[in-house]
C-alpha cells in the first residue's frame, strides 16, 4: 500500500479522497468507520461526507475524521482525563507563577489586568515550544545567553532568564488542575503516541497538510512507520521547500506530482475600495452566471466581510460565511464597553450625565420593549435626555454627574412623557412610567454596580444578554445573534474559570473582560455545503471549488504577516527553532497557489488606491503568464473587458488672481515647502483652500498625533536643562517615564484598545534608547540654549523680493567646542537632508530635481536663521530619529569648510521654488508619484 500520494493542485482533493476511500476499504456493509481521516481544519470532514453520500447514494457508516486539534485530544485522552483550558484561565496561571518565580517582571505591571497582554504573547510563546517539541537543554542555552544579555530590552532578558522555570511550573499547574492548553496537548501526544494502540482503525488518512509542527510530525512518522497512516498531499511542478523538508524529516520523498490537466482562466479586477470590490464581485456572478454551489469567495481580512454582504444581498439567497469576525467590532461589545465605562466614571453614587447618556440612548437600549409597546421607552429616554440638556426644566439639568434616584424622583418628568404618548394614542399612568424606567436602570446600571469576581460577572451578563434577546430587536440581526452567542460561550468559560471567586477591583474585572472581547472571534452560520461560501484563505485548506473570488489581494493583507515583532525577538525565535514566521509567506502562498489552480475560473479583486499596493500574488501570476506568452502586458488585456477604471484625470489648479493675491502675503514655513515640494496640489489644500483633516478623537491616532506627543514630552522634560547640561539620572528617568506612562494612558489608551500595549511598548522601548543616547551625548553637550523655540525665523530677501518666513526648532545645543546644533527630532520611518555639496551642484531647478536632491528645506533654513542670530558660531544641523536613534547631519563630513556653498545651493533652489508657487502659469498640480505620501495625504479622496 502506497503510504505517500501526491496530487496535483489541479485534482479535487476531497473527490480525489473518497475514490480512494470506496477503492481501498470497500465492503458490502459499507462501513467505512474503521477508516479515520485527519484534515487540517474541520470543514473538509462535512464535503467528504457529503461526496460519498453522492457516490454510494445508500446509507453507510462514513469514516470517523477529525481535525488536527481533534486528533490530538483524542490521542491524548486515550491515556489520560483531561480538559481544555481557557485562554484567560491560561494566563492567570502565568501571572500567579510570573509573581511567585520572576516578580520583577511585573514590576510595571503587577495588576493582572497589566499583564494581560503580556500574558498572551509568553502563553503563545510557550504554546510554540511546546508544539515545536524545544526540549529544556535548548532553553537552557537561551537562558545562559539571557543572563549575558541579548540586544532587546531589559525585561525580555529577564523573562528568558527564567524561561525553563516558568515553562516547567505552567506545565505542573496545568497538570494539577488536569487542564491543558493545546501546545501542552500536542507536546503530550507526541510523546504518548509510541504507547498507544489504534486497533479501532485499520488505517488514518492524513490529508491535505502542509507545514508541520514537529510534535505533529512526530505523530505522523510513528504512524507511517507502523503502517497505519496514509498521507496525502498537494504540489505542483514548482518547489515548495517547507514539503520537501517534511519528506526529509518523515524520512522518505514526497514524489513530484503528475501533470496538471487544467488551467485556470484567471481575471485580474481592480476597485478603489471595498465597496467597489464588493460591486465587482456582484458584477462577475451576475455576468458569468456562476453556480453558487460551485463557488467560493475568499476574503483575507474580515472588515470587509459586511461591505461585500451589504453589496450581495440583493442576489444572495443561500450563502454560507465562515471567517473570524472580531467580537469587538460588534453593537453588543460596543454597549457592554460603554456600560463599563459608565461604571468606571461614577463618582459616589452618581453617573457621569455624559455617559448615562451614552448608555440609555443606545439604539438597543432605548428600545427595549420594557413596557408592550417599546415606544413607551423611547419617549421616556429622550425626556430624560432633554431633561438633562436643560432643552426642558429639571432640578438636574446641566449636572455633570447624576443619580439614579434623582431621575426616578423627578416627578414633572412623568405627565412630559404620559403627554407624548397620549399623542401617539398610548395611555399609562405616571407610576406604570417610573416602573419602567426603575427596570431600564436596574438593567443598564444597578445590576452592573459593585461587581467583585467573574462569577458575579457572568451572573449579570446571563441576564442582560436574556433581556436583549426576549426584549429588544437584537435577533433580526445574524451577525449580533452570533455575537450573543459567543458571549454567552464567553460567560460559560468565566463560571467554570478555577479563579471565579478571587476578588477584583470592578475597573480591572471590566478592563479583563473587554481584553477577553478584543482578542473573541466569531464564525457564522450557514449550510457549509450549500450556497455560496465566503471563506477565509485557510478555510479553503483541501478543498476545490470550480470558481474561485478572492478579494483585497493587496500587499499587507495578502500575504499577511505580522506588522508588529513578537515579544521574543526573531533571533531567538531562530535559536529555539522555532522558524513558523520566517515560512509564513511561503504557507500563505501555497494555500493560495493550491485554490487557484484547482478551479476553473479564478477573479482575482484588489484596491488600486496609490496607497495600496497590488500582492506580490498577483505580480507573480502577471510574470508567469508574460513569460509563457513572451511578451508583456497579456494579462492587462486579459482584464480589459472587466476594468472598472474609475480615477478621472487628477483636477489641476489654475491659480486664479485671488489665489495670487493670498500667495503674495503668504508666510512660508519649512513644512510648507516640503509639502509643495512633494505635492503642489497638496500645498494647495492644506494651505491656500485651508481644508482640515478631520480629527476624529474616537479613531485610532495616526503618525502625525505620535509625533506632536514625543514632541511635546520631550519639550516639557527636558525644560529643566535649559541653560545647563542635561544630566540623564536615574531619578530624571524615573520621572520622565511616569509621565510618559500617564500621558499615554490619557491620549491613546482608549483609543487604540488591545494594540496599545505593543504600540506602547515599542514607543518606551525607543525612548530607553534615546535616553540612553542623550546619556552618552550629554558629555559633548555645553548647554541647552532652547527647546522648540518659534521665535527664530523673519525675512529672506532674494532677487524676486522678500519673503517671511516662520519656524520652529525643536532643540538647540551649545556644544563643548562652542559650536551650535540644531536638532529638528524625527519619528516617522525615513528621514532625509539635503544631498553632499557635489550632488546638489548637478541638481537642475526643477521641482522635481530639487525634490530629489535637497528633500527638505527644513534643515538649511534653520541653518540660516540661527546663522543670523549667532553669525560668528561654527553651526551645523541634523535630524534626530527617535526610531533608530541616528543623526542625519545638514553638513556632511566632506563638505566641513563649505557649509555657505551648500546653503546658498539650497536658498538658490528656495527661490525657484517660491517662484513657481507665484507663477500664474504654472497650475498646482498633483504629484502621486510617491505612494507613500498620498497614503498619509488627508486630501486623498479630493484629488480623484
Ligand atoms: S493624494 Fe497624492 S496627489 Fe493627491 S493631493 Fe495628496 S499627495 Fe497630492
Known amino acids: 500500500m502506497d503510504r505517500v500520494i501526491v496530487y496535483n493542485f489541479d485534482h479535487d482533493m476531497i473527490q480525489a479522497l473518497a475514490d480512494y476511500i470506496l477503492q481501498k476499504y470497500e465492503k458490502s456493509s459499507n462501513d467505512f468507520s474503521r477508516v479515520a481521516v485527519v484534515f487540517g481544519g474541520k470543514r473538509p470532514a462535512l464535503f467528504l461526507k457529503k461526496k460519498l453520500a453522492e457516490k454510494i447514494k445508500t446509507s453507510f457508516y462514513p469514516p470517523q475524521c477529525f481535525s488536527i486539534e481533534e486528533f490530538v485530544n483524542y490521542l491524548v485522552s486515550k491515556k489520560e482525563s483531561f480538559s481544555i483550558a481557557t485562554d484567560l484561565e491560561l494566563c492567570y496561571w502565568l501571572y500567579q507563577i510570573s509573581k511567585e518565580k520572576i516578580p520583577h517582571i511585573l514590576i510595571t505591571r503587577d495588576k493582572f489586568y497589566q499583564f494581560l497582554p503580556w500574558a498572551r504573547e509568553i502563553l503563545s510563546f510557550i504554546q510554540e515550544l511546546d508544539k515545536e517539541r524545544?526540549?529544556?537543554?535548548?532553553?537552557?542555552?537561551?537562558?545562559?545567553?539571557?543572563?549575558?544579555?541579548?540586544?532587546?530590552?531589559?525585561?525580555?532578558?529577564?523573562?528568558?532568564?527564567?524561561?525553563?522555570?516558568?515553562?516547567?511550573?505552567?506545565?505542573?499547574?496545568?497538570?494539577?488542575?488536569?487542564?491543558?492548553?493545546s501546545g501542552y496537548v500536542h507536546l503530550k501526544a507526541s510523546q504518548l503516541i509510541s504507547e498507544l494502540e489504534f486497533s479501532e482503525f485499520d488505517n488514518i488518512i492524513f490529508c491535505g497538510f502542509y507545514y508541520l509542527h514537529k510534535t505533529e510530525l512526530d505523530i505522523f512518522k510513528t504512524l507511517v512507520q507502523r503502517e497505519k497512516a496514509v498521507l496525502m498531499f498537494q504540489k505542483d511542478e514548482e518547489l515548495w521547500p517547507v514539503l520537501e523538508k517534511l519528506g526529509k524529516e518523515l524520512s522518505f520523498s514526497i514524489p513530484s506530482s503528475p501533470k496538471p490537466k487544467n488551467k485556470p482562466r484567471i481575471s485580474i479586477l481592480r476597485g478603489f475600495d471595498i465597496h467597489s470590490q464588493a460591486g465587482l464581485v456582484r458584477e462577475v456572478i451576475k455576468r458569468d452566471k456562476l453556480n453558487f454551489n460551485e463557488t467560493v469567495i475568499v476574503l483575507p481580512q474580515a472588515q470587509s466581510l459586511l461591505p461585500l454582504l451589504s453589496e450581495l444581498s440583493p442576489i444572495l439567497t443561500d450563502f454560507n460565511v465562515s471567517l473570524g469576525y472580531p467580537v469587538n467590532r460588534s453593537t453588543i461589545s460596543r454597549l457592554i464597553e460603554t456600560i463599563f465605562k459608565t461604571q468606571m466614571t461614577k463618582n459616589g453614587e452618581k453617573y457621569y450625565a455624559r455617559d448615562y447618556l451614552k448608555v440609555i440612548t443606545h439604539p438597543l437600549i432605548k428600545n427595549l420593549k420594557i413596557h408592550d409597546e417599546p415606544a413607551v421607552a423611547r419617549v421616556l429616554v429622550h425626556k430624560i435626555e432633554e431633561s438633562l440638556l436643560g432643552i426642558e426644566e429639571a432640578d438636574f439639568s446641566g449636572s455633570i454627574f447624576i443619580s439614579l434616584d434623582e431621575i426616578e424622583k423627578f416627578r414633572p418628568l412623568y405627565p412630559r412623557v404620559q403627554t407624548t404618548l397620549n399623542r401617539i394614542g398610548i395611555t399609562i399612568e405616571p407610576e406604570r412610567l417610573e416602573e419602567v424606567l426603575k427596570e431600564l436602570h436596574r438593567v443598564v446600571f444597578r445590576i452592573w454596580e459593585g461587581l467583585t469576581n467573574f462569577e458575579q460577572l457572568a451572573l449579570v451578563l446571563d441576564e442582560f444578554l436574556r433581556i436583549l434577546l426576549e426584549r429588544s430587536l437584537i435577533y433580526k440581526s445574524p451577525l449580533d445573534t452570533r455575537v450573543i452567542e459567543k458571549i454567552y460561550e464567553i460567560k460559560n468559560e468565566l463560571e467554570t474559570m478555577d479563579f471565579k471567586k478571587e476578588i477584583f477591583p470592578q475597573d480591572e474585572l471590566f478592563k479583563i473582560f473587554i481584553d477577553k472581547l478584543e482578542n473573541e472571534m466569531i464564525s457564522f452560520l450557514g449550510s457549509p455545503l450549500k450556497g455560496l461560501q465566503i471563506l477565509g484563505l485557510y478555510e479553503t485548506r483541501a478543498l476545490s471549488f470550480k470558481n474561485v473570488i478572492i478579494i483585497d489581494v493587496n500587499e499587507t493583507v495578502l500575504p499577511k504577516l505580522r506588522v508588529y515583532e513578537p515579544l521574543i525577538p526573531r533571533q531567538i525565535m531562530l535559536e529555539l527553532g522555532l522558524n513558523r514566521l520566517e515560512v509564513e509567506e511561503e504557507i500563505q502562498r501555497y494555500h493560495f497557489r493550491r485554490l487557484i489552480k484547482s478551479a476553473c475560473s479564478v477573479y482575482l479583486i484588489y484596491d488600486d488606491r496609490p496607497d495600496k499596493e497590488r500582492s506580490r500574488f498577483i505580480e507573480e501570476i502577471i510574470w508567469e503568464e508574460e513569460r509563457l506568452q513572451k511578451k508583456l502586458n497579456v494579462v492587462t488585456q486579459l482584464r480589459a473587458g472587466y476594468q472598472v477604471e474609475v480615477r478621472e484625470k487628477k483636477a489641476e489648479i489654475e491659480k486664479s488672481e485671488f489665489i495670487l493675491q493670498g500667495l503674495r502675503k503668504f508666510t512660508f514655513s519649512p513644512s510648507s515647502l516640503d509639502i509643495y515640494l512633494n505635492c503642489p496640489l497638496q500645498f494647495y489644500y492644506q494651505y491656500l483652500l485651508k481644508v482640515k483633516e478631520n480629527e476624529n478623537l474616537l479613531e485610532e491616532p495616526q503618525a502625525v498625533d505620535i509625533g506632536k506627543f514625543l514632541h511635546k514630552l520631550l519639550e516639557d522634560s527636558f525644560a529643566e536643562f535649559i541653560g545647563t547640561r542635561p544630566k540623564i539620572t536615574k531619578k530624571f528617568k524615573e520621572k520622565f517615564f511616569k509621565e510618559f506612562e500617564s500621558r499615554f494612558e490619557h491620549e491613546y489608551q482608549r483609543r487604540m484598545g488591545a494594540e496599545a500595549f505593543l504600540v506602547k511598548y515599542i514607543m518606551e522601548h525607543r525612548l530607553q534608547r534615546f535616553l540612553d543616547n542623550e546619556h552618552r551625548r550629554s558629555e559633548d553637550i555645553k548647554r541647552i540654549i532652547s527647546l522648540e523655540d518659534d521665535s527664530i525665523g523673519g525675512k529672506i530677501k532674494f532677487e524676486i523680493g522678500s519673503f517671511d518666513f516662520i519656524c520652529k526648532i525643536d532643540r538647540?545645543?551649545?556644544?563643548?567646542?562652542?559650536?551650535?546644533?540644531?536638532?529638528?527630532?524625527?519619528?516617522?520611518?525615513?528621514?532625509?537632508?539635503?544631498?553632499?555639496?557635489?550632488?546638489?551642484?548637478?541638481?537642475?531647478?526643477?521641482?522635481?530635481?530639487?525634490?530629489?536632491?535637497?528633500?527638505?528645506?527644513?534643515?538649511?533654513?534653520?541653518?540660516?536663521?540661527?546663522?543670523?542670530?549667532?553669525?560668528d558660531c561654527r553651526i551645523n544641523a541634523a535630524l534626530y530619529s527617535l526610531r533608530n536613534i541616528e543623526f542625519t547631519q545638514l553638513f556632511k563630513k566632506e563638505d566641513m569648510g563649505s557649509e555657505q556653498d551648500v546653503i546658498n545651493i539650497c536658498l538658490k533652489a528656495l527661490e525657484f521654488i517660491i517662484s513657481e508657487i507665484l507663477n500664474p502659469a504654472v497650475p498646482f498640480v498633483p504629484d502621486d508619484s510617491d505612494p507613500r505620501i498620498c497614503r498619509n495625504c488627508s486630501y486623498f479622496y479630493l484629488c480623484k
Open 134 to 181: 524545544v526540549d529544556d537543554g535548548t532553553l537552557t542555552t537561551i537562558e545562559a545567553s539571557a543572563e549575558i544579555g541579548y540586544e532587546v530590552p531589559e525585561d525580555i532578558n529577564v523573562l528568558l532568564e527564567s524561561i525553563v522555570t516558568l515553562r516547567k511550573e505552567f506545565h505542573h499547574r496545568m497538570e494539577d488542575k488536569r487542564s491543558f492548553s
Open 812 to 871: 538647540l545645543e551649545e556644544l563643548q567646542d562652542g559650536s551650535l546644533l540644531i536638532i529638528d527630532y524625527k519619528t516617522g520611518g525615513s528621514i532625509s537632508a539635503p544631498q553632499r555639496l557635489s550632488k546638489l551642484q548637478e541638481m537642475e531647478m526643477t521641482r522635481e530635481q530639487i525634490k530629489k536632491r535637497i528633500h527638505s528645506f527644513q534643515l538649511p533654513l534653520y541653518y540660516y536663521f540661527v546663522k543670523k542670530r549667532f553669525p
